[in-house]
């Protein structure tokens, strides 16, 4: 089946630093989706980008389906960031998203 | 538009003991997932729904573990008897065709 890695698998950031993470996969997709799951536990759509550019506020991310990777931008990071951030691909139909480790994310004062 | 909505939120029960948890996908979507979540394992699919069919539940840990979805606002997610090991966060989700998938709260059920 298809592979999902992310990378940093870790990273720390001070308050207003700005980050980009990683996520390679190995075959083509018809869905992409980011998540931030908050330290409550919350599993938060952040963005559903099979391909091109997309932007919320501080977060933008970007897929480049040819070259199955999607990179997202955090900017002015603050301690409300903190938390994983996963990776999710599909690659036919309506299966179900497959999932990388996810980046965690820790944003300090 | 709700979201996805589960409940119990929290579920504390005995080992033996049945526990059923509840979901409700967003209205108009066809498909439904359940999801368990635990720090050793990550996250893993248990099984998926399409038009309330059950499609693939290889995710299932044991017969244990039961899913139905008799019509498309509703499924549950059943474990008798429950033990420890099941402890975790179980997550319901939906999605509407190969759009993207919007997650519940998730259930954190803890077997003692």
């Known amino acids: 089946g298809i592979q999902v890695e992310q990378s940093p698998p870790d990273l720390i950031l001070q308050e207003g630093a700005n980050s980009t993470l990683r996520c390679n996969f190995s075959?083509?997709?018809?869905?992409l989706q980011w998540f931030h799951q908050n330290p409550w536990g919350q599993l938060i759509n952040l963005f559903y980008?099979?391909?091109g550019t997309k932007q919320n506020g501080r977060l933008s991310a970007t897929t480049v389906a040819t070259e199955r990777y999607s990179l997202l931008y955090i900017s002015s990071s603050q301690t409300t960031d903190s938390g994983v951030y996963f990776c999710?691909?599909?690659?036919?139909?309506?299966?179900?998203?497959?999932f990388g480790k996810g980046t965690r994310l820790s944003v300090i004062a | 538009d709700a979201g996805v909505i589960q409940s119990p939120r929290h579920e504390v029960t005995e080992m033996g003991q049945e526990v059923t948890l509840r979901c409700k996908p967003i209205?108009?979507?066809?498909?439904l997932f359940w999801y368990r979540q635990t720090m050793m394992r990550g996250l893993e699919l248990l099984i998926y729904?399409?038009?309330?069919?059950?499609?693939?539940d290889s995710g299932m840990p044991e017969d244990r573990f039961s899913a139905k979805m008799p019509n498309a606002s509703f499924s549950t997610l059943k474990i008798q008897p429950s033990e420890p090991r099941d402890s975790a966060v179980y997550f319901c989700?939906?999605?509407?065709?190969?759009?993207?998938?919007?997650f519940g709260p998730g259930t954190r059920l803890t077997v003692t």
């Open positions: 075959d083509s997709v018809n869905n």
């Open positions: 729904f399409n038009n309330n069919v059950p499609i693939d």
């Open positions: 999710a691909v599909r690659n036919s139909g309506n299966t179900p998203l497959v």
């Open positions: 989700a939906s999605s509407y065709g190969t759009g993207g998938e919007y």
């Open positions: 980008i099979p391909s």
């Open positions: 209205s108009g979507h066809n498909s």
